[in-house]
C-alpha cells in the first residue's frame, strides 16, 4: 500500500535543507557532481511548484547506478573523506528526486544531517558554523512541517525556539565534555589532502601557483612591537638536493634546542599555525630554545613529531641577528655545492668569470648579486616554462620569473663559484590586522630564498628577488608585479575598501579559533581546575555534567510549562480559578479533572457549589469539546470566574 504523500510545504523546507547541506560542499567535489545537484534542485524546485509526480523507479534507479559508477571512476574508490561526501551528495540527490512521502523525507533529513557534518572535514571557520546552525534550523523545520504544522511562521519560530533550547546544553557539553587529542575516530588517508601550503620540494612554477591563494597560512601575535619588515623572514623546508630542475631538502638531524648561539634582539610571538598535513613548524628565524614539543633541525627549521593536521598554537622567541653555521660539517657543505654535469654552462661559465675575477668568496658574492640587480630581470607571476637549463633560461634568454626562478638560478651561480648554497623556502612579511593586532601571513606570502656560507660568518641568508626588486620586501608582493601582471583581487593596492573587509573577517575568524576551536585539552583543564575540579578525576566530572543537565532540563521543563500557561488563555483562566479556590482552602489535588475538583470544592463551599460546578463545566467543554473556542466563550468563563468571590 502507497503511503500518504508529503505536504507540499514539507517539499519546500527539505528543498531549502537539501540546498543549504549540498551547495557548500560544491568547491570541494567534482564539477560534473555539483553541476547535475545544481540541476536536480532547480528541477525538483519546478516539480513542487507544478505539483508534477516524482519520476518513477525505473528512471531513478538507473540514475542512482550511474552516479554511483560514476562516483567510483572519478574517485577511484568509495572510501575516503572527498569519495564519501560526494555519494552522499548524490544519493541526497537522488532520493529528493524520487521522495513522494514523509518517510522519504525523513530519509532526505537524516542525509542532509551527515553533509552538514561533513562541512567541518574541509574548514572549521566561524562561517562553516554558521552556515551548519542556519541548515541545521532548516532540517528541525522540516520536521515539524511534517508534523502538520502549516504556517511557515510559526514553523520556523519553533524550530528556532527548538535550537535556542538546545543553546544551553551545547555549551554545557562544550566547556566540560572531556577534550580529546585529535579526531574521535580515524579520519580517512585523504582528509587533509586538500590543505593549501608549502611543499617540501619546488620546482619552476610553484611558488607562482600558491601565491594565487588567499588563505591564511598562520598567524602572529608579538608580545611588543614586531621586528622590520625586512626580518619577517619565516623559515619553512630548506632545499639543497638539486637535480637540475627540482629542488629536494637532505635528511637532517634534529635535537631539542638548537646548535646555535642566539645573540641580538629577541622577538617572542606566540604562533597560530593553520593545518598543513606536514611536520614544520614555521618560526622566524632563527627560533631560540624552549618551544614546547618541538625538535630544531640542524638546517635551523622547527619541527614537530608528527604532521600538522590541526591548527596549531604555539610560543616562540626568535633572533633575527644570530649567527648560525659557523662550523658547519663538511658533509653539508659538500652537498651544497653539488650541481647536476652538464646543465646551465652559460651560468656556470659566468659563476668562473666572476669568482676569477675577485679574490674572495664574499666579493664574487657581491659581484653576483651586482650582476642579477642590472641584467633586467622582471618580477612577474607569469614566467614562461623552461627547458632543461632553468637558471641559463631564466638568467639570459626570458629574464621573467618569480621567487624561485631568482633564488633557484642565484643558488646555482653561487654553486658553480664555489660558493656552499642552498634554497630556503617559507613566507616572508605579513600584514598587520588593524582590528586585533595579529600579523596575518598568507599563502601569497609564500616566498622562497638562497642562502650561502661563508668561512667565518656561517649561513648567510641572501634574498636575490628583493636585491632585483626592493619593493617585494619593502611593499610586498603587489608593488614588486609589473603593470602587465593580474594581480589577484586579495592583495591589489586599490582596493582598500576589500581589504578593510576581509581584515574585518579576519577578525571575526580569528576569534573563533582563539576561543572556539582554541579551546582544547589544556585550556579545558585550566579552565576545569578554576571550578575546583580535579585534573582527571572523570567520576567527578560526569557526575557535574548529569547534574547540570539535569538541572537544565528541569528549568526547561518549568519554562515550557510556564510558556504554555501564560500563551494559552482558556489555560490562564483555569489558573485563575485554581488560585481563588486554593486561597479559600480548596487546592487541587494533582490527579483531579475539572468535575472532580469542581465536586470536592462545592463541598467545601457550599454557597458556591453552583458556580464552581458552572465554571467547571464550562471549561470542560471548552477545553474538550469539538473546534477552538471563541474569544467570546473565554470572556464569558473569565467574567464567571471574576464574579466568584469569597
Known amino acids: 500500500m502507497n503511503a500518504a504523500p508529503a505536504d507540499t510545504r514539507a517539499f ?30 532547480a528541477w525538483q524546485a519546478w516539480r513542487i511548484h507544478r505539483r508534477i509526480d516524482a ?30 561526501i560526494a555519494l552522499l551528495v548524490v544519493l541526497l540527490s537522488l532520493k529528493l528526486l524520487e521522495s513522494r512521502s514523509p518517510r522519504d523525507l525523513r530519509v532526505c533529513i537524516f542525509l542532509a544531517m551527515f553533509l552538514q557534518l561533513g562541512l567541518f572535514l574541509d574548514t572549521e571557520s566561524a562561517l562553516t558554523a554558521a552556515i551548519a ?76 601557483e600558491l601565491i594565487q591563494s588567499g588563505a591564511v597560512a598562520f598567524r602572529v601575535k608579538f608580545d611588543e612591537s614586531p621586528p622590520p619588515r625586512h626580518q619577517l623572514y619565516w623559515r619553512g623546508p630548506v632545499l639543497t638536493n ?24 629577541p622577538y ?35 619541527l614537530d613529531s608528527k604532521r600538522i593536521q590541526q591548527r596549531t598554537r604555539y610560543t616562540a622567541e626568535s633572533y633575527p641577528e644570530s649567527r648560525v653555521g659557523l662550523n658547519e660539517s663538511q658533509s653539508t657543505l659538500v652537498v651544497a655545492l653539488t650541481l647536476p654535469p652538464e646543465r646551465n654552462p652559460r651560468t656556470v661559465e659566468l659563476a668562473r668569470t666572476l669568482r676569477a675575477s675577485h679574490e674572495s668568496p664574499e666579493a664574487t658574492l657581491n659581484a653576483a648579486l651586482s650582476w642579477m640587480r642590472t641584467a633586467g630581470l622582471n618580477y612577474t607571476l607569469r614566467p614562461p616554462t623552461l627547458g632543461l637549463n632553468t637558471a641559463d633560461e631564466f638568467l639570459f634568454d626570458t629574464k621573467r620569473g618569480f621567487c624561485e626562478h631568482f633564488a633557484s638560478s642565484f643558488v646555482i651561480l653561487m654553486r658553480a663559484a ?16 588593524a582590528y586585533d593586532g595579529h600579523l596575518v601571513v598568507r599563502q601569497s606570502d609564500a616566498h622562497a630564498w638562497s642562502e650561502v656560507w661563508l668561512e667565518g660568518r656561517g649561513w648567510l641568508r641572501v634574498d636575490p628577488t628583493a636585491q632585483s626588486h626592493p619593493a617585494r620586501l619593502d611593499d610586498g608582493l603587489a608593488a614588486a608585479l609589473g603593470a602587465n601582471d593580474a594581480i589577484p583581487l586579495f592583495i591589489r593596492p586599490d582596493m582598500q575598501w576589500l581589504r578593510d573587509l576581509r581584515q574585518r573577517w579576519d577578525f571575526v575568524n580569528n576569534a573563533w579559533n582563539q576561543w572556539v576551536l582554541g579551546y582544547d585539552q589544556a585550556r579545558q583543564q585550566d579552565f576545569l581546575s578554576r571550578l575546583g575540579l580535579e585534573k582527571g578525576n572523570w567520576p567527578q566530572l560526569a557526575g557535574v555534567l548529569l547534574g547540570m543537565s539535569a538541572l537544565i532540563m528541569l528549568t526547561l521543563l518549568w519554562w515550557a510549562h510556564r510558556t504554555q500557561r501564560e500563551s494559552d488563555p482558556l489555560l490562564r ?24 475538583y469542581a465536586r470536592r470544592a462545592g463541598a467545601a463551599l457550599v454557597a458556591h457549589r453552583d458556580a464552581i460546578g458552572s465554571i467547571a463545566t464550562q471549561y470542560s467543554r471548552l477545553r474538550y469539546g469539538r473546534g477552538t473556542p471563541e474569544r467570546h466563550e473565554i470572556q464569558q468563563l473569565k467574567s464567571m470566574i471574576d464574579r466568584l468571590k469569597f
Do not use: C
Request: glycine letters at 10%; proline letters at 8%; a positive charge.
Open 55 to 84: 519520476p518513477r523507479w525505473y528512471i531513478t534507479t538507473p540514475l542512482a547506478i550511474g552516479a554511483g559508477v560514476a562516483v567510483v571512476i572519478t574517485y577511484q574508490t568509495l572510501l575516503g573523506k572527498q569519495a564519501g
Open 573 to 596: 483562566q483555569w489558573a485563575r480559578f485554581e488560585h481563588k479556590l486554593r486561597r479559600a482552602g480548596v487546592p487541587r489535588l494533582i490527579h483531579e479533572g475539572p468535575d472532580d
Open 268 to 302: 617572542r610571538y606566540t604562533m597560530t599555525l593553520e593545518a598543513h598535513d606536514k611536520p614544520w613548524l614555521l618560526a622566524l628565524d632563527y627560533p631560540g630554545p624552549g618551544v614546547q614539543n618541538a625538535r630544531y633541525a640542524t638546517d635551523y627549521r622547527l
Open 242 to 265: 638539486f637535480d637540475g630542475r627540482r629542488w629536494t631538502p637532505v635528511k637532517t638531524g634534529d635535537a631539542t634546542a638548537p646548535e646555535y648561539a642566539v645573540a641580538g634582539t
Open 418 to 433: 664555489g660558493i656552499p648554497a642552498r634554497v630556503v623556502t617559507g613566507y616572508q612579511g605579513g600584514e598587520l590586522n
Open 12 to 41: 519546500w523546507w527539505m528543498l531549502l535543507t537539501a540546498a543549504m547541506s549540498t551547495l557548500p560542499h560544491l568547491p570541494y567535489i567534482a564539477s560534473w557532481l555539483g553541476g547535475g545537484t545544481v540541476i536536480i534542485l
Open 133 to 208: 546552525v542556519l541548515s541545521a534550523l532548516s532540517a528541525i523545520a522540516t520536521l515539524i512541517s511534517l508534523s502538520g504544522l502549516r504556517s511557515p511562521q510559526r514553523t520556523l519560530k519553533l524550530a528556532g525556539t527548538m535550537v535556542l533550547q538546545s543553546v544551553p546544553f551545547m555549551l554545557l557539553l562544550f566547556f566540560l565534555f572531556p577534550r580529546i587529542p585529535g579526531p574521535l575516530w580515524g579520519l580517512p588517508e585523504d582528509a587533509f589532502a586538500a590543505r593549501t601550503g608549502l611543499s617540501d620540494s619546488m620546482s619552476p612554477g610553484s611558488i607562482s
